[in-house]
C-alpha cells in the first residue's frame, strides 16, 4: 500500500512539473524583472493525497526545492495558508511537506497554500512568494443514502402493470468525477413479485396485475442502492417504501339476509321508522354508498324508502296511516344497488341486489273516529229550547266496535248554550240564541269509548246563528237637534237610524211622525226613501222665552217581516245663533262670565270652593262621633278584670300576668301586692274581688286560703243581685279593648239564642283541658261539681 501511494504522489510531481514548465511565458517574463532572475526557481506548483490516510507516522505530501538552495542549510523554507501548522508541516531545511491529521475529501477537497524560501541568516527573501494547492484525491469511503426516506405511496386496487408508484433516489457523497464510487445502482430486495425498481433511476413500478385492495391492503418494499455501479466491494444502503392500495368500485353489493321480518303499531304517525335493511358491500369509502328502491310489492303505495346519513341503510318509513282493520301485512321487494359505478369494472357486475321485507301491522286501542272530520250547522237565533239542530256520529275504528259516548269540551261552550245527548250524538239547544250577541259557536265534541275512558276522539263543530228580524230600529243616537230664533219655515235636520238585524236583502227603514204628532203645528217629517228623513219646521219666529224645548215623537219601521218598528224622541232646543246661525246660547237665560275674568281670580274661586267642602266634611264627621253612647264608670266596672299587655300570655305557668294571692287571700287589700304584678302596664280596673261581702267570704269558708270558698261566695254575690248579668265565668270580657276590630268576644250583650252551650267536645282536647271539661262538661258519673 505504501508503495502504491508512493508511486502516485511521484506520478502526481511530475504531472505537477510538467504543467509548470508549460505554464504562462508573460508570467515567467514578469517574475523575472521582478526577481532579477532569468528563470523560475520553483519546481512544484501543486500537490495530491489520497483521503482517509490512516497510518500513525505523518503522510508525506511532497517537496519544496529552490534553485538557490545548494544543501547548506542557509535557507530557509516557510509554509503558510490553509491548515498550515496544524494540518500541514514543512521542514524549513529540506522543504517536505507531510499531512499530520486524517484528510476527508467530503469535508474539504482541498488546500490553498503559499511557500517562500528565506536566507536563513537575514530572512531576505530569495524567491518572491508563491501558492500552490494540496487535492484531496477521492476513494471509495461514503455508501449512498436516500435523504428523503422512508417512503409512503398509494395506488388504486387493480392497477396494471407497469402503473409508476413512486420515485426513490439515492445521494453518494464521494466525487461523481473520479472512478465509479458515486455511480448509484438500485435494486429491490423486499417487495416482489408485486413491485419493481428501475435500477438507473430508481422508479417503482407494478410488477403483478390485479392486487385487490380487499385481499391485501398495506405492502412494504426494501430498495437498495449500491456504488460502484452495483459491482462487487462497492458500498450499499437501504430504505423502505410503504404502498397502499386504495379502494375502487370493484365489489357489488350484497345484502345480507334475502327476507327481512318487521313489524309496525297502527297508531305510528307518517314518517315514522319501520326499520333498517343493508347491502353489504366490501368497498370503503364512496364505493360502498348505496341507494335504495322499492320496486314491487303491495305496500308501495303505504311505506317509502330512503338513504340514512351515512349512505349505507335503508330506512324504511310510513308513507301512509296504517289500519290494523283493513289491512295487516304488506309486502316490499327493495332493490340496492351502488351510487357509484365504475365502468371499468362493469364486468364485475351486476352492482345491486334484491330482497324481500315483509311488514305486519299490529293493532292498538285507537280513539273514536267520526264520520266528518268537520261539522257545519246552520240554526235560527229562534230556535226553541230542546230543538235537535245535528246529530253527530262516531264509530270505534277497533274491531271490538266499543260503545261510544258524547260530550261536548267544556271550554269551547263556557255559557253552555248547547247539550250533547251522551247516547245517540244529538246536538240541541240549552239556552236561547241571539245573533245579535254572538253570531258564531265553534264547540268541539268528544267522543269516548265505554271499555276505555282514556280513549277520547274530538270534532270541530261551527255553528252559524242564522239572523231572524227579532230586533226593531231606532235612531242611530240619541238625537238633540236646535232651531234658531230667527229661522224660516223649511229649516232641514237629517235623522238615520240602525237595526242590529241583517236582512238578507239590506236595510229598509220608514219613517213617520207618531200618531200623537201627526198635526203638530210647528215641525213636520219627509221619508227620503232612502233610509234617513228630514225634518222640517213648519214656521218661524221661534223664541226661547215662550218655549225653549220641543218633543218629536219619531215612529221608525223595518220592511222585514214580521215587521219591527219604534218610537224615538228626537229633543228639538230653540237657540239664539249669530247671523250665519251658529249656535251662542240654547238657554232662556244665558250667563255669560265677563270676560275680564282672569285665570287668578278663577283659583281662588274653586280654594274657596274646596275649602267649604272640607269644612263640611270635618262638621259631619264631629256630628257622627256625637252621637257614639258613653259609658259610665258603673257600666265600665262590669268587666271582672281588664288587663292591656303586648305579651301574649304563658298560660298556667305564667305567674306575673295575674296575682293568684289575691285569690287565696281575699281579705288582703289588692294594692298591697302591686308590686309583685307586672311592671310594664298596671290594670286599668281593680280585680272585682274586692266587692266580695267579707261575711259572705266567712260563711262559705272560713279559711282564708279556699279558693273553692272564694268562687262559692262569688257565684253567691251574683246570684243574689237580680241586677247582675248571668256571667260565664270568673274572667269574663265584654270587650277586647277600645277600638279592636274583633269586637266582643263575650257572651255578653250577645244577639244569640239563650239556649244553654254544649262544652262535651272539651274532653277530646287533652289532658290541659281536663279542668275545664269538669267545670263545663257533664262528667260520667252526672254528680255535680260542687
Known amino acids: 500500500q505504501e508503495f502504491l501511494n508512493f508511486m502516485i504522489i511521484t506520478l502526481l510531481m511530475l504531472l505537477t512539473l510538467i504543467e509548470g514548465l508549460l505554464g504562462d511565458k508573460g508570467e515567467k517574463d514578469l517574475r523575472v524583472k521582478s526577481l532579477s532572475r532569468v528563470k523560475r526557481g520553483w519546481v512544484w506548483n501543486q500537490f495530491f493525497v489520497l483521503e482517509e490516510y490512516t497510518e500513525q507516522k505523518p503522510l508525506y505530501i511532497g517537496k519544496l526545492h529552490s534553485d538557490m538552495d545548494k544543501g547548506d542549510g542557509s535557507i530557509k523554507y516557510i509554509l503558510s495558508g490553509e491548515g498550515a501548522g496544524t494540518t500541514f508541516t514543512l521542514d524549513d531545511s529540506t522543504g517536505d511537506i507531510h499531512a499530520i491529521r486524517r484528510l476527508d475529501r467530503e469535508v474539504k477537497a482541498q488546500y490553498v497554500l503559499r511557500a517562500q524560501a528565506r536566507n536563513r541568516e537575514t530572512g531576505r527573501p530569495l524567491e518572491p512568494e508563491s501558492e500552490f494547492i494540496v487535492k484531496i484525491q477521492d476513494i471509495n469511503d461514503n455508501e449512498p443514502k436516500f435523504l428523503d426516506g422512508p417512503y ?146 303491495d305496500g308501495r303505495d303505504s311505506f317509502d324508502i330512503s338513504v340514512d346519513a351515512s349512505n349505507l341503510y335503508g330506512v324504511i318509513t310510513i308513507k301512509k296511516p296504517l289500519n290494523f282493520e283493513r289491512k295487516r301485512s304488506y309486502t316490499l321487494k327493495v332493490e340496492g344497488s351502488n351510487a357509484h359505478v365504475d365502468p371499468r369494472f362493469a364486468n364485475k357486475g351486476p352492482f345491486s341486489d334484491v330482497t324481500i321485507v315483509h311488514v305486519s301491522v299490529e293493532d292498538v286501542d285507537e280513539a273514536p273516529e267520526f264520520d266528518s272530520p268537520f261539522y257545519y250547522v246552520e240554526v235560527p237565533e229562534d230556535a226553541e229550547i230542546g230543538t235537535v239542530f245535528k246529530m253527530v256520529s262516531a264509530r270505534d275504528p277497533d274491531a ?148 225653549s224645548v220641543y218633543y218629536l215623537p219619531i215612529f221608525v219601521s223595518d220592511g222585514d217581516q214580521p215587521a219591527q218598528s219604534s218610537t224615538s224622541t228626537l229633543t228639538i232646543r230653540v237657540c239664539s245663533c249669530d247671523a250665519d ?51 259610665t264608670k258603673e257600666e265600665e266596672n262590669v268587666h271582672e278584670n281588664i288587663v292591656r299587655y303586648d305579651d301574649e300570655g304563658g298560660g298556667e305557668e305564667d305567674t306575673e300576668a295575674f296575682d293568684i294571692y289575691a285569690l287565696w287571700s281575699p281579705r288582703v287589700e289588692p294594692l298591697a301586692n302591686y308590686s309583685k304584678l307586672r311592671q310594664d302596664m298596671l290594670p286599668e280596673v281593680q280585680s272585682l274581688s274586692r266587692y266580695v261581702p267579707q261575711p259572705c267570704v266567712s260563711r262559705i269558708g272560713e279559711d282564708g286560703t279556699n279558693v273553692h270558698g272564694y268562687v262559692l261566695a262569688k257565684i253567691y254575690e251574683a246570684d243574689s243581685d237580680p241586677c247582675a248579668p248571668p256571667y260565664d265565668s270568673l274572667q269574663t270580657y265584654a270587650y277586647e279593648g277600645e277600638g279592636s276590630i274583633a269586637e266582643s268576644l263575650s257572651s255578653l250583650q250577645s244577639p244569640a239564642s239563650q239556649t244553654d252551650h254544649e262544652y262535651d267536645y272539651l274532653n277530646d282536647w287533652g289532658p290541659r283541658f281536663h279542668k275545664l271539661a269538669e267545670m263545663y262538661g257533664v262528667s260520667d258519673e252526672n254528680i255535680p261539681m260542687w
Not at 238657554?587 to 275649602?611: D, G, H, V
Request: charged letters at 20%; aromatic letters at 8%; hydrophobic letters at 40%.
Open 152 to 297: 409512503r405511496a398509494t395506488i388504486p386496487e387493480m392497477s396494471p402493470v407497469g402503473t409508476y408508484v413512486i420515485r426513490v433516489t439515492a445521494v453518494d457523497a464521494d466525487d461523481p468525477s473520479y472512478g465509479n464510487s458515486a455511480r448509484v445502482v438500485y435494486s429491490i430486495l423486499e417487495g416482489q413479485p408485486y413491485f419493481s425498481v428501475d435500477p438507473k433511476t430508481g422508479d417503482v413500478r407494478v410488477s403483478l396485475a390485479e392486487m385487490d385492495r380487499e385481499v391485501r391492503e398495506q405492502y412494504q418494499l426494501v430498495i437498495q442502492a449500491k456504488d460502484m455501479e452495483g459491482q462487487l466491494g462497492g458500498l450499499a444502503g437501504t430504505t423502505t417504501v410503504n404502498i397502499t392500495l386504495s379502494d375502487v368500485n370493484d365489489n357489488p353489493p350484497k345484502f345480507t339476509q334475502k327476507l327481512y321480518q318487521m313489524s309496525v303499531l297502527e297508531s305510528g304517525p307518517v314518517g315514522s321508522v319501520v326499520g333498517r335493511i343493508q347491502a353489504k358491500d366490501r368497498d370503503i369509502g364512496i364505493n360502498a354508498e348505496m341507494k335504495y328502491s322499492i320496486i314491487d310489492g
Open 581 to 631: 246661525g251658529n249656535v251662542l246660547s240654547c238657554n232662556a237665560e244665558a250667563y255669560t262670565l265677563p270676560a275680564s275674568l282672569s285665570r287668578a281670580a278663577l283659583i281662588a274661586i274653586l280654594a274657596c270652593a274646596f275649602i267649604l267642602f272640607v269644612m263640611i266634611i270635618l262638621m259631619l264627621s264631629l256630628r257622627r262621633q256625637s252621637k257614639k253612647p258613653y259609658l
Open 400 to 547: 271490538a266496535n266499543n260503545s261510544i259516548r258524547y260530550s261536548i269540551e267544556r271550554m269551547s261552550d263556557p255559557e253552555k248554550f248547547f247539550y250533547m245527548d251522551i247516547t245517540s250524538g244529538s246536538l240541541m239547544t240549552l239556552l236561547p240564541l241571539d245573533r245579535e250577541e254572538v253570531s258564531w259557536h265553534n264547540l268541539t265534541v268528544l267522543a269516548m269509548e265505554m271499555n276505555n275512558p282514556s280513549k277520547i276522539g274530538s270534532v270541530s263543530v261551527a255553528i252559524k246563528v242564522l239572523d231572524v228580524n227579532d230586533n226593531p230600529p231606532s235612531l242611530t243616537q240619541y238625537y238633540e237637534a236646535f232651531v234658531c230664533e230667527h229661522a224660516k219655515a223649511g229649516q232641514v235636520r237629517i235623522i238615520t237610524a240602525v237595526d242590529p238585524d241583517e236582512p238578507t236583502g239590506g236595510q229598509h227603514f220608514y219613517y213617520s211622525l207618531a200618531p200623537e204628532a201627526a198635526n203638530n203645528p210647528n215641525f213636520t217629517l219627509r221619508d227620503n226613501q232612502d233610509n234617513s228623513a228630514w225634518i222640517l219646521t213648519r214656521r218661524g219666529g221661534w223664541s226661547s222665552r215662550t218655549q
